[in-house]
């Protein structure tokens, strides 16, 4: 069935095991190369097994085919009359997935080492401010409360509205019972 328009692509046009590229959108083209795994006139699609994604239908005006060797990539080859991409390929991405090159490595840990160093000093500048601030304040009410003679119950339940945005609920209760437990 051709196309009904002259410039439209049919999927007549295409074969079997032919290597294609994806038209993603204006200027932009898939980085990988497919194989052309089935063709289906009947709905104007075309199966393409990808090393990425594997097996997606795509229309054919989206399909650019391709001669592998121009873009500096080896031939997909079918394996034992299967139109999909050869055991050493698959065995080559499986091997390789997840790692990383030795400069991306060392670049990243130089970045890390940089993070660390920053994030401590960070955390520590934090931890004083919230020492200096939040914890001396929190004790001298609770000593306060403790004075005038009321329970530690009665300190949590005047103390929490004061300190619910700053401190933990959990944080609270262990210092007033710390500060309880101490003072007799």
Not at 36 to 48: A, D, R
Not at 57 to 71: F, G, W
Not at 154 to 164: D, H
């Amino acid at each position: 069935m051709p196309a009904l328009f002259p410039n439209a692509a049919a999927p007549e046009n295409f074969k079997v095991g032919q290597q294609v590229r994806w038209y993603v959108g204006e200027k932009n083209i898939s980085p990988y190369i497919g194989r052309i795994v089935e063709i289906c006139p009947g709905i104007s699609k075309v199966w393409v097994e990808w090393p990425v994604g594997g097996k997606q239908q795509h229309s054919p005006e989206d399909l650019i085919v391709v001669t592998p060797e121009s873009y500096g990539v080896s031939t997909i080859k079918g394996d034992e009359g299967t139109a999909s991409y050869s055991n050493y390929d698959t065995t080559l991405s499986e091997e390789n997935y997840g790692k990383m090159s030795p400069k991306v490595v060392k670049l990243a840990e130089k970045l890390t080492a940089k993070k660390e160093s920053n994030i401590s000093k960070m955390a520590s500048s934090i931890a004083n401010k919230f020492a200096s601030e939040v914890v001396e304040k929190l004790s001298s009410d609770v000593l306060s409360c403790k004075t005038k003679g009321m329970s530690d119950i009665q300190t949590y339940q005047v103390l929490y509205p004061r300190y619910e945005k700053t401190c933990s609920d959990n944080f609270m209760r262990s210092a007033i019972t710390k500060i309880y437990e101490e003072i007799v």
